[in-house]
């Protein structure tokens, strides 16, 4: 997607266009990024997701696409796949009837 701007100088004008990836929203720019293992990771903020299920697998799922739905909504999709995110951190138990996972981790980007 480019961006077209105008400029206006004197009576004349000139038109340019900007590069912008249509799926970033620019919000992961107010965070400090570095290079791991041939990705780009925020380095040291982290999100979160919470997910319950009748089964382990079924709530680390459910985690995981909250911690991916709410990294797209803020960072654009580029940063939202969880299995790029670096600094995992993944806690699951089983209460009553079925299970409970709550995760952490950096978003990242290829």
Known sequence: MKIATWTVIG???????????????????????????????????????????STKKAALGNAIASWSSFTVLEYGSTWGRYTLAAGKVTNCGQTGGGWTSNIRARACKR
Not at 17 to 28: H, L, Q, R
Request: hydrophobic residues 35%; proline residues 0%; glycine residues 14%.
């Open 11 to 53: 009576f004349s004008a000139a038109l340019s266009t900007t590069a912008v990836n249509a799926s970033e929203t620019g919000f992961a720019g107010i965070h400090d990024w570095r290079k791991e293992a041939g990705k780009t990771c925020l380095v040291d903020h982290f999100h979160y997701g919470s997910g319950t299920g």
